[in-house]
């Protein structure tokens, strides 16, 4: 108790800080999941010195390892300070290697809270510092009571913003109290996130996962299927039938357990999702294991994208995702793209969206608006390329082939469902300027859109080829902090008004686009 | 508040494509054409001793053999100043355009307001020439996308402090462009 009321205590130039003895869980977990990969590579290994060496003692493998960890837990909470000076936040780590670090208040992004399963029973949670910088600069307080970890973060803002620095990359959780204001504006329940496990299958994601982990363990696969009273041996299929339905059985079995997959992983990460409105911002929280809650600022929502695929499409859904700033660099520190900078609204209804548009950005129109559609020449241009290509897949290799009475209707089959698609992607593409906010629209069988500002633009480029320009099409791209959206083929005069609008928008108005 | 919402007569806006273009100092032509005769010299070199002396190759197809690498190289030495020539520039009050492409003719338009940092290279070769190159960075990019080759140092230094010294005249609060810069610089 001594260590949290400490946490909370705001000295100008504060005494160095330890946290609490239960953080010692969340340096273990984090020694677990940096060492994810090793312990993966080293397990083949240590399994089969077990076995022939201590042939008796092969439980001193997982208990050493648990030892390591339990180790490495406590010796980083040992070597974990932190205090808050006038400007900056300095943490001190490392057993062997020092490591000092200071985030200034003017460079923090975000605070986010986190509540990771094993501290849901104590209502501990992790306090995420996120810088503009790298991954690396990144503080967690972990093991803070929720009042500290809120009054903390209050306590970060207040300081930040009395730096003066840009008011407007902060939230307004330093003034308002954070509950009082707060009002659900986007909930989503469990038959939402079933269907956005079925329609989105994240499966795949877990399977390649555990297939690059077996991959390296050499699992005696047959003894396990004999184990559940399989045996491979006496797997004598002799009819076709038999073999087809074998096949059959063993895809649908295969496809419904990654479904499953897919459904329990949307529960996990996304059980009990709500959005609240809290003044300046959108409080986002989430998790069925780990709760995150993230704030954001409106303000620093760059753009809301729309992404819908077939299977989206065919059931009236579609996910939004609102995405901040990403910086080129987090991709080299092993992250994945996007990961973590973008929110996921999972499988909104499609008369849900404007709603949460208009809380975003406040606009509401994005079906109905009128969009302006890309040339006709994009069409024929594509379809013509392919047309070549499937004439050329007529004509060559025709004899190499074993069925030739097949052959043929298959690839006329297939280039007409291609051009199909290409024509479909032609009528969706569009772009729509409603007041100072750009509609990108894309997709073949689903809608998905782009949504920003035109203030948030960061760079605007107008490209023709010499064709093109006497075609009288040019192509846009827009660039704003989060993403790039190209609009080709749109008419010339038209695409070069857009171009100068927007960087009047850009650099008339004194909007900040943070 | 006193919000307004005035129309915006987009036929009056200012044009990005009406702007004059600037071109790279001519001396960065001559750069680049050192460049392209220092890659091509060995080429060439390897391919007329290949002409002269290969064993068991008839003469007409050594011959064959060195013309194509003769035009080859004539190729890519004249799309590489194709390239050079299409690279044009201008500085707005507001922005700063780039025009750039031989057959996808690509104009970019690069906001002041959104500029986070500007670098100033210089490599060996440019040395020699007195050429500068002016990488403008924004957010979101890890590396510059707006980047102005061939400029003579006092162009390039120009631009800079101009690109630097830009505050918007409606909004004073706004930071100066060195406290944003990101870590990664």
């Not at chain 1, 877990?206 to 699992?219: C, E, F, K, M, T």
């Not at chain 2, 590489?80 to 700063?96: F, K, L, P, S």
């Not at chain 2, 707006?146 to 004073?172: C, M, Q, Y």
Request: glycine share 6%.
């Amino acid at each position: 108790m001594a260590e949290r009321s400490a946490a909370v205590a705001p000295p100008a130039s504060g005494a160095w800080r330890r946290l609490s003895a239960w953080s010692i869980a969340h340096f273990a977990a984090r020694a677990i999941v940096e060492n994810l990969r090793a312990v993966a590579f080293a397990a083949p290994a240590t399994y089969g010195v077990s076995q022939s060496a201590w042939q008796e003692h092969t439980w001193a493998v997982p208990a050493g390892i648990a030892a390591a960890v339990l180790i490495a837990g406590v010796l980083n909470y040992f070597f974990f300070f932190y205090r808050l000076r006038d400007d900056f936040v300095e943490v001190r780590r490392g057993v062997l290697f020092r490591k000092e670090l200071n985030l200034s208040f003017a460079r923090i992004q975000n605070i986010d809270i986190e509540q990771p399963f094993y501290f849901r029973p104590l209502r501990l949670v992790t306090l995420k510092i996120d810088s503009a910088g790298s991954k690396r600069d990144e503080v967690h307080l972990a093991a803070l009571a929720r009042p500290d970890a809120e009054a903390l973060r209050r306590d970060i803002l207040a300081r930040k913003r009395a730096l003066g620095g840009d008011e407007r990359v902060l939230d307004d959780a330093a003034s308002a109290p954070p509950r009082a204001a707060d009002e659900v504006c986007c909930t989503r329940s469990l038959k939402d996130l079933v269907i956005h496990g079925l329609t989105n299958d994240r499966g795949w994601v877990a399977v390649a996962g555990v297939a690059g982990l077996i991959s390296q363990v050499d699992l005696p696969v047959s003894p396990m299927l004999e184990a559940v009273g399989l045996e491979v041996d006496r797997l004598q299929v002799t009819s076709l039938f038999g073999m087809a339905l074998l096949v059959v059985l063993l895809v649908v079995a295969a496809w419904a357990s990654i479904t499953l997959l897919s459904v329990a992983w949307a529960v996990v990460v996304y059980y009990g999702f709500t959005i609240r409105r809290s003044g300046d911002g959108l409080r986002v929280a989430h998790g069925l294991l780990t709760r995150r809650e993230v704030q954001v600022p409106r303000s620093r929502i760059q753009v809301f994208a729309v992404k819908q695929d077939w299977l989206d499409y065919l059931i009236g859904r579609r996910n939004v995702v609102l995405e901040q700033v990403t910086h080129g660099r987090e991709l080299e520190d092993g992250d994945w793209p996007g990961l973590r900078k973008k929110l996921v609204v999972p499988s909104l209804r499609i008369e849900e969206t404007p709603p949460l548009l208009e809380e975003v950005f406040g606009v509401r129109r994005l079906d109905e608006l009128p969009f302006t559609p890309l040339s006709k020449r994009y069409f024929y241009k594509h379809a013509k390329i392919w047309s070549c290509v499937y004439a050329a897949a007529l004509v060559v290799p025709r004899a190499a082939v074993g069925a030739p009475w097949l052959y043929v209707p298959v690839v006329l089959v297939l280039w007409a469902l291609h051009v199909a698609l290409l024509y479909a992607r032609w009528r969706r593409g569009g772009l729509a300027v409603d007041g100072d906010v750009v509609v990108t629209r894309s997709g073949a069988i689903g809608v998905d859109y782009q949504v920003f500002p035109a203030i948030k633009i960061q760079e605007l480029r107008h490209v023709q080829s010499p064709l093109m320009r006497r075609n009288g099409v040019s192509t846009l791209v827009f660039r704003t902090a989060a993403s790039r959206t190209r609009v080709p083929y749109l008419d010339a005069a038209f695409a070069k008004a857009v171009v100068d609008y927007c960087v009047y928008q850009v650099e008339a108005t004194d909007r900040s686009w943070m | 508040m006193s919000f307004v919402n005035r129309q915006v007569d987009v036929a009056t806006l200012p044009r990005f494509d009406a702007v004059r273009l600037e071109k790279p100092s001519p001396a960065y032509r001559r750069l680049v054409s050192i460049i392209v005769g220092l890659v091509a010299a060995p080429v060439l070199i390897a391919a007329i001793l290949f002409a002269a002396a290969a064993h068991g190759v008839t003469l007409p197809v050594r011959l064959l053999v060195l013309l194509l690498v003769v035009a080859v190289l004539a190729g890519v030495a004249a799309i590489v100043h194709a390239h050079v020539r299409c690279i044009g520039y201008a500085v707005r009050e507001h922005d700063v355009i780039l025009r750039s492409g031989i057959f996808f003719k690509a104009e970019s338009v690069q906001p002041l307001k959104r500029i986070q940092h500007v670098e100033q290279v210089q490599g060996p070769l440019d040395k020699r020439f007195g050429l500068w190159t002016l990488k403008l960075y924004s957010a979101g990019t890890g590396r510059a996308t707006f980047s102005i080759p061939g400029l003579e140092a006092d162009t390039a230094n120009a631009i800079r402090r101009f690109v630097l010294s830009f505050h918007e005249p409606a909004a004073p609060a706004a930071s100066p462009p060195e406290t944003s810069v990101p870590a990664d610089g």
